[in-house]
T-cell receptor, first 110, second 116 residues
Framework: SQQGEEDPQALSIQEGENATMNCSYKTSINNLQWYRQNSGRGLVHLILIRSNEREKHSGRLRVTLDTSKKSSSLLITASRAADTASYFCAMGQGAQKLVFGQGTRLTINP | DAGVTQSPTHLIKTRGQQVTLRCSPKSGHDTVSWYQQALGQGPQFIFQYYEEEERQRGNFPDRFSGHQFPNYSSELNVNALLLGDSALYLC???????????????FGPGTRLTVL
C-alpha cells in the first residue's frame, strides 16, 4: 500500500513561529488531506487539496502539493499553544479510502 | 448539526471475546469508513460501507466484519480478539454527493479498545 511518510516525526517550536511539516507518497492520488489529532482522540479535518491544485489556504494554514515530486507540505503560521497536536497527511484514493502517514508531533512552547 | 458519533468511548475485553463498535455518520453523509489506529501510528483503513455493502477492504483478517444499516449508521465487529487488536478504532463518514474522489472524511472521537 502507498503509506505516506511524514517529516519530521517531531517538531518543537516557540509560540509565534511558523511550523512546516512535509509528506511524501509513492503512487498517484486523487487528493491529499491533512488532519489534526489531539491526545489520541478523533481526527479533525484541516484541508483537502486536489491533485490538480498546487496550493491552498485556510486561515493560518497553507498547503502545497507537488505531484511531480509526490510531496506535500503543511505550513502553520504564527503558531499558538492550541496548535500542539499530531498532524497527519492522508492520501485520498477516490472516495473509498485514505492512506495515512505516520504523523508529525508538533509541540508549541509558550 | 451533530458530527460523527461513536459508542462506546472505551471498552475492555479479554482475548477470544467478541466486540461490536457503533458509529452514526454526520447528517447528510451516506458512506462510513472504519480505521484502526495503534498507539503512535497513523490510522489504518479497515473497510468502507456504502449502500449497506462493503465497498472496499483493507488488509485486515476476516475476524473484522461490519454492517451498515438503512439509516447509514454502521457497526464494526471483531471476533476472537487478540492482544494486538488493542487500538483506537475510528469511524469516518463522507458523502458521495458532489462528485466522487474529492470528498472529505469526517472522523468521530473513536472507541479505545483494550484487549487483556
Amino acid at each position: 500500500s502507498q503509506q505516506g511518510e511524514e517529516d519530521p516525526q517531531a517538531l518543537s517550536i516557540q509560540e509565534g513561529e511558523n511550523a512546516t511539516m512535509n509528506c511524501s507518497y509513492k503512487t498517484s492520488i486523487n487528493n491529499l488531506q491533512w488532519y489534526r489529532q489531539n491526545s489520541g482522540r478523533g481526527l479533525v479535518h484541516l484541508i483537502l487539496i486536489r491533485s490538480n491544485e498546487r496550493e491552498k489556504h485556510s486561515g493560518r494554514l497553507r498547503v502545497t502539493l507537488d505531484t511531480s515530486k509526490k510531496s506535500s507540505s503543511l505550513l502553520i503560521t504564527a503558531s499558538r499553544a492550541a496548535d500542539t497536536a499530531s498532524y497527519f497527511c492522508a492520501m485520498g484514493q477516490g472516495a473509498q479510502k485514505l492512506v495515512f502517514g505516520q504523523g508529525t508531533r508538533l509541540t508549541i512552547n509558550p | 448539526d451533530a458530527g460523527v458519533t461513536q459508542s462506546p468511548t472505551h471498552l475492555i475485553k479479554t482475548r477470544g471475546q467478541q466486540v461490536t463498535l457503533r458509529c452514526s455518520p454526520k447528517s447528510g453523509h451516506d458512506t462510513v469508513s472504519w480505521y484502526q489506529q495503534a498507539l503512535g501510528q497513523g490510522p489504518q483503513f479497515i473497510f468502507q460501507y456504502y449502500e449497506e455493502e462493503e465497498r472496499q477492504r483493507g488488509n485486515f483478517p476476516d475476524r473484522f466484519s461490519g454492517h451498515q444499516f438503512p439509516n447509514y449508521s454502521s457497526e464494526l465487529n471483531v471476533n476472537a480478539l487478540l492482544l494486538g487488536d488493542s487500538a483506537l478504532y475510528l469511524c469516518a463518514s463522507s458523502s458521495t454527493a458532489g462528485g466522487g474522489g474529492y470528498n472529505e472524511q469526517f472522523f468521530g472521537p473513536g472507541t479505545r479498545l483494550t484487549v487483556l
